[in-house]
């Protein structure tokens, strides 16, 4: 079975620095996506980014970008030039390839991520 | 275009109830997941409805059980409330297609409270 492990139940970073939240999987399946989502507080949960297993290139989306270690089997979000608005509880997911039976979203337990001004 | 909407947002029950929560999805997508979030065990998938079919099952009782309408409306139910239910729960939408397109769109989600 497939299992998310983020490490790093809570963080705290000052405004303007760069935070990197650690996510590892356990799978034998060789595609498969991963996934970074957003619950800021109070608010609705968001996708921040995605990748796709296949794909070698790292995933970015502005200040958000991903380090995938596929060997290692590790999905690490780094968020350059943090803002207030970051702070939120991000969930690192697992996904097999579309069109399985068996494709549902696993989710780690989430860390909680504090900006500080 | 509207996001997920689900309804009621906060609900209080007694143990030994039963309750039903519901979800509707943005317009055109017609997979339909739920999952309940409490701070000790995160986010645990309960099932997953794809036009009116149950797809995926997590790892709950039988007092968890879901359907879902013609128009990708779902509704969960869970009969014979416990503390342990207490929680929130999240309602998400999705295309089932091609992987670029692949994205959960989530619902504010109905806080349970059973006392």
């Known amino acids: 079975a497939q299992t998310v492990t983020q490490s790093q139940p809570e963080m705290s970073v000052q405004e303007a620095e760069t935070v990197t939240l650690s996510c590892t999987y356990d799978t034998s399946e060789n595609n498969y996506y991963l996934f970074w989502y957003k619950q800021p507080p109070s608010r609705q949960m968001i996708l921040v980014i995605r990748q796709e297993a296949y794909k070698q290139q790292n995933a970015t989306e502005n200040r958000f970008s991903v380090n995938f270690q596929k060997a290692a089997k590790s999905f690490s979000l780094k968020i350059s030039d943090s803002q207030l608005g970051d702070t939120a509880m991000y969930f690192c997911a697992f996904m097999k390839h579309v069109g399985n039976r068996d494709d549902k979203i696993i989710f780690g337990k989430g860390t909680r991520l504090h900006i500080l001004p | 275009k509207a996001g997920v909407t689900q309804t009621p947002r906060y609900l209080i029950k007694t143990r030994g109830q039963q309750v039903t929560l519901s979800c509707s999805p943005i317009?055109?997508?017609?997979?339909v997941s739920w999952y309940q979030q409490t701070p000790g065990q995160g986010l645990q998938f309960l099932f997953e409805?794809?036009?009116?079919?149950?797809?995926n099952k997590g790892n709950f009782p039988g007092r968890f059980s879901g359907r879902q309408f013609s128009n990708s409306r779902s509704e969960m139910n869970v009969s014979t409330l416990e503390l342990g239910d207490s929680a929130l729960y999240l309602c998400?939408?999705?295309?089932?297609?091609?992987?670029?397109?692949?994205?959960?769109?989530f619902g504010p989600g109905t806080r349970l409270t059973v006392t």
């Open positions: 409805y794809f036009s009116e079919t149950q797809r």
């Open positions: 317009s055109g997508h017609r997979s």
């Open positions: 998400a939408s999705s295309h089932l297609g091609t992987a670029s397109t692949y994205e959960q769109y």
